[in-house]
C-alpha cells in the first residue's frame, strides 16, 4: 500500500533563516506531488505541484522553491524565511491517471512551521 | 474559472444524528468530479468520498453519501448515524481532469459531535 512521509512535524524558525521541508510517497511510482499551505482556521492554499521529476509548477509567486529530484521525493524551500510562512504545510500525491477516472490526493500528516 | 462555496463556517450534531454539510459549485465544464476531506484536529486531511460528474448514482462510502444534484451544482455530505470521532473540519474540493489534476478547494466546515 501507498503511504506519504514528510518531516519534520513540527518546526520554529527565526525570520531569514532558511527552510527544508521532505517528503517522499512509498509504493507508488511516478505520482503527481503537491504542496500545500494551510493558514490557521483557513482553506488549502496549492503553492506548487510536480507531474515528473524535475518538472515543477508554481502557483503562488513567493519566497519559496520546490524541486522533485527523484520520482517519490519532493522538497520545499526557502532561502529567507517570512513571518507570512507560518503555516500548516502539507504533501500530497495522487495516480497520474485513474481506471474510474478519479484522482484523489492523499495526504501526508503535514509539518507545522513557525516563523519567528 | 471554477468556484467552490461552503457556506456553513461551522455546524453541530447530537451524537448518532445524521447531518448535511453543504458545498456548491460554479463551473462549465461537462466533465468533473467532487471530493470531500476530513481534516480532524491532528492536521491530516483524509479522502472520504468522491463523485463525478457523470456518475449515474449518489456516491456512499460507509456512513457517508453524497446528495449530488447537479441540476443545481450542489454536491452535499451527508452523515449519517454522527459519533464524537466525526468532530473536524470537512473541506469540499473541485476536480477537472483538464486542470492538471489541481483539486480547487472551499474554505470548510467545522462540525462538533455533541455528546
Known amino acids: 500500500s501507498q503511504t506519504i512521509h514528510q518531516w519534520p512535524a513540527t518546526l520554529v524558525q527565526p525570520v531569514g533563516s532558511p527552510l527544508s521541508l521532505e517528503c517522499t510517497v512509498e509504493g507508488t511510482s511516478n505520482p503527481n506531488l503537491y504542496w500545500y499551505r494551510q493558514a490557521a482556521g483557513r482553506g488549502l492554499q496549492l503553492l506548487f505541484y510536480?507531474?515528473?521529476?524535475?518538472?515543477i509548477s508554481s502557483e503562488v509567486p513567493q519566497n519559496l522553491s520546490a524541486s522533485r529530484p527523484q520520482d517519490r521525493q519532493f522538497i520545499l524551500s526557502s532561502k529567507k524565511l517570512l513571518l507570512s510562512d507560518s503555516g500548516f504545510y502539507l504533501c500530497a500525491w495522487s495516480l497520474v491517471s485513474s481506471g474510474r477516472g478519479a484522482y484523489e490526493q492523499y495526504f501526508g500528516p503535514g509539518t507545522r512551521l513557525t516563523v519567528t | 474559472a471554477q468556484k467552490i462555496t461552503q457556506t456553513q463556517p461551522g455546524m453541530f450534531v447530537q451524537e448518532k444524528e445524521a447531518v448535511t454539510l453543504d458545498c456548491t459549485y460554479d463551473?462549465?465544464?461537462?466533465?468533473?468530479?467532487l471530493f470531500w476531506y476530513k481534516q480532524p484536529s491532528s492536521g491530516e486531511m483524509i479522502f472520504l468520498i468522491y463523485q463525478g460528474s457523470y456518475d449515474q448514482q449518489n456516491a456512499t462510502e460507509g456512513r457517508y453519501s453524497l446528495n449530488f444534484q447537479k441540476a443545481r451544482k450542489s454536491a452535499n455530505l451527508v452523515i449519517s448515524a454522527s459519533q464524537l470521532g466525526d468532530s473536524a473540519m470537512y473541506f469540499c474540493a473541485y476536480f477537472n481532469a483538464g486542470n492538471n489534476r489541481k483539486l480547487i478547494w472551499g474554505l470548510g466546515t467545522s462540525l462538533a459531535v455533541n455528546p
Open positions: 510536480s507531474v515528473g521529476i524535475g518538472q
Open positions: 463551473t462549465s465544464d461537462p466533465s468533473y468530479g
